[in-house]
């Protein structure tokens, strides 16, 4: 997800898909402790994009 999408959720959709990812981190977490998962640079990706997420949450707060 770009960061020009990102800007374009309204703060409702933003909170819902940064718990939607943090979950999904969670997981993706839990069945690599398991079992290796078939690409590890998906565990890189989802916690840059909740990063960027966060980021944009905290830039609209102080605004």
């Known amino acids: 997800m ?4 990102i800007r374009e959720l309204s703060s ?3 909170e819902e898909k ?5 979950l999904k981190l ?3 977490k ?3 402790a398991v079992s290796p998962i078939e690409n590890p ?3 890189k990706h989802s ?3 909740i990063a960027r997420l966060m980021t944009e949450r905290t830039t609209r707060s102080k605004a």
């Open 2 to 5: 770009e960061n020009a999408v």
């Open 12 to 14: 409702e959709e933003l």
């Open 18 to 22: 940064l718990a939607e990812e943090r």
């Open 26 to 28: 969670a997981k993706m």
């Open 30 to 32: 839990m069945n690599h």
């Open 41 to 43: 640079q998906e565990l």
């Open 47 to 49: 916690r840059r994009l």
